[in-house]
């Protein structure tokens, strides 16, 4: 038996709680079979920092691989130059992989010149926004392969790596952008029963004719406060006797310096609203049986790159609300002319943002409710100067909560299990997919590079 390649990923801890941390550790079990996995796992302090921990034979005891190889370096940070060049040297990997925003990076492709002279760097990347990001086109130029989370990323990196107009880029041949769609572990987030205990747990022992759920960080762009207003309207429009009886459950830390003190615009801006926080952080199994027992499930950011709480709920079997924002689009199934979009339609497209043309012309499945962003302001940074923030507008909020709420729960259900179906199926937004586009990515590198 030829020996496996190994592969150095380097991004969150993948025994961590974070998104960039659950899809690494989806990443690695689903391609274990394939690969030697040797992980740098990040984290803000981490307590295991320096320490080389081997969990080869807890995986081969609990997803049943004979040969897994896993090794993780718990790390302070996402590493540095030296210590890559080390890990080159002992680990002899025969591809690097890194995950998350490329600004994390620059200290990687200040010398991938070196690194690349033996070793291939593959980049899993994903893009909140356009206007498309010329500012990171020389981080894509570091790189020989690139994964795109989201069909809008796909577009962008397409163009972009498209570009010939400076000295050192060059067009990227079509084997080293691929579509590597953001996937859901079926197997964890599905339709099941809700135990009475713990909906107890969450929702106070209360019944609830209608319960809105909200999964994020508290922080800006998640527009938290905005969510709690938008409730109110909505609760407004029902009226105070059927009020009672609707609930929102916020699952985040209720105070957050990058956000807000949400219990501080409650007071005032919803006083009388049934809110409830959810601030335990829970194993995916437990955040599954929220899924099931809430009627559906919000996302309003004005930057998106994926987000997995609304794709998750869809999994479970529970309707979603989003802003027609980055890779919040991919999970609507959005038709046009009577053809699901594809990665490829998104090169042209570049993103259904613009409420003007795509309202009434981009059909949505019936599992999702989209609101579609009515202010584009362009924000920026100096790292990032330019980004669209797509705005949506706090009582179309409401109006599409107010619709999730008067459908009946018996279609909610069958709707969402529609989307389910289409997310396994045509969309092909499944751990299971993710893992084997991952995989052709990574072996078109070995074929090619």
Known sequence: MAKKKKILLLSDDLRMASGIATVSKELVLGTVHKYDWFQVGAAINHPEAG???????????????????????????????????????????????????????????????????????????????????????????????IGCISRQTYGIIKRLSALDTKPTWKPKKDWQVGYVPHGIN??????????????????????????LYWSNRNIRRKQPADVIVAFKKFCDKIGKEKADKVCLVMHTQPVDENGTDLPAVIDVMAPE???????????????????????????????????????????????????????????????????MLTAEDYIKIGSLHQWREWEGKAKPGPWALPVWSRALAL???????????????????????????????????????????????????????????????????????
């Open 51 to 145: 320490k080389v921990l081997d969990v080869s034979e807890d995986i081969q005891k609990t997803y049943g691989v004979a040969d897994a190889n896993v090794k993780i370096l718990p790390w302070n940070g996402y590493g540095n130059a030296d210590l890559i060049r080390q890990l080159i040297n002992t680990e002899q990997p025969d591809a690097i992989l890194h995950f998350t925003d490329p600004r994390y990076w620059t200290w990687l492709y200040d010398i991938e010149h070196e690194i690349r002279q033996n070793v291939p760097i593959l980049f899993y990347a994903i893009w909140d926004d356009l206007p498309d990001p010329l500012y990171n086109r020389n981080y894509y130029e570091s790189c020989d392969w």
């Open 273 to 339: 609203c049934n809110i409830i926080f959810s601030e335990k952080r829970r194993p995916q199994e437990e955040l599954n049986l929220i899924y099931n027992m809430v009627d559906a499930t919000i996302n309003i950011a004005n930057n998106e790159g994926f987000g997995l709480a609304t794709a998750e709920s869809i999994m479970a079997g529970t309707p979603i609300i989003v802003n027609v924002t980055g890779g919040l689009q991919d999970q609507c199934g959005f038709e046009v002319d009577g053809k």
């Open 379 to 449: 924000a920026g940074s100096v790292p990032t100067p330019y980004i669209w923030d797509d705005r949506v507008d706090i009582e179309d909020v409401a109006e599409a909560i107010e619709k999730m709420y008067n459908t009946p729960k018996e279609v909610r259900k069958a709707n969402a299990l529609i989307g389910r179906e289409a997310f396994i199926g045509e969309m092909g937004l499944t751990h299971t997919n993710m893992c084997q586009q991952l995989e052709n990515g990574i072996e078109s590198v070995f074929e090619n590079w």
């Open 186 to 211: 079926t197997n964890i987030y599905k339709p099941t029963d809700v135990p009475a205990e713990f909906r107890k747990e969450i929702l106070g022992g209360k019944e609830y004719d209608f319960v």
